[in-house]
């Protein structure tokens, strides 16, 4: 058996250890900025196929499910708040799913992915209209209608400089005052929809977040990464 490291030896390892977590910060920071300021295409998401992007998670689209239909079903519950979404607007929507949060154990125990579909739907209501949509939400089960939005903008996106364009556009409205809740909200949520863009690339949504325009807008959209 090997000997037990003495108290000096922990205390002289110390300052290697506690020197790991920095050095791994600045290589993954050298790494996004380096991706960041480079003037050629970024790399295709490992996630897709035959070199196309290929979302995780599909357009939202309308149908007659009720929520008279669903008793403990999520993906029925998630549809048919969707469906309200859509027909009457996201904020009837999320008023009832407010109220069937407070009784229902099914949609407490999924209301972020629930609220994910209400914004997913509104954004197709207002035609893609990311500020519009923004405007109309609320932050409940953990700000999932604005994380929904997101996650549904970059369908049918297939190049990279495409991808990097269409980020920088996004948040862009008259409806988001600059470096607001509703702007951070955005921009986090950006995080959230290139990761499921891109097959879960992490490397690549953290390039495409570094190409943004501010420090500020870099920062918020790589916290969304990490779901």
């Known amino acids: 058996m ?4 003495t108290r000096g030896t922990l205390l002289r390892a110390l300052p290697f250890v506690l020197a790991v977590p920095v050095i791994v910060g600045v290589a993954v920071a050298y790494l996004v900025l380096s991706a960041g300021g480079q003037g050629g295409p970024l790399p295709v998401a490992q996630g897709s196929i035959g070199g196309m992007f290929h979302p995780v998670a599909g357009e939202f689209e309308p149908d007659t499910t ?3 239909d669903c008793r403990a079903d999520t993906g029925c519950l998630m549809q048919a708040f969707g469906n309200i979404a859509y027909r009457r607007g996201p904020k009837p929507a999320l008023a009832l799913f407010e109220e069937r949060l407070a009784t229902d154990p ?4 999924n209301c972020h992915r629930i609220v994910h579909t209400i914004g997913s739907a509104a954004f197709k209501r207002y035609r893609g209209s ?3 949509t923004f405007s109309q939400g609320s932050a409940t089960c953990v700000s999932g209608y604005y994380h929904g939005i997101l996650e549904r903008a970059f369908l049918g996106i297939s190049s990279t400089a495409h991808l990097v364009a ?3 556009s996004l948040c862009a409205g008259g409806d988001l005052r600059r470096r607001g809740f509703l702007d951070y909200q955005c921009r986090h949520g950006l995080g959230h929809g290139l990761m499921i863009q891109t097959g879960y690339d ?3 949504t953290l390039s495409v977040c570094a190409r943004l325009g501010t420090g500020w807008d870099r920062k918020a959209c790589a916290s969304g990464s990490f779901m």
């Open 2 to 5: 090997g000997s037990t490291p």
């Open 66 to 68: 009720t929520l008279e």
């Open 106 to 109: 099914e949609v407490e125990k």
């Open 130 to 132: 990311v500020a519009r």
């Open 166 to 168: 269409v980020a920088r």
């Open 202 to 204: 992490l490397p690549l």
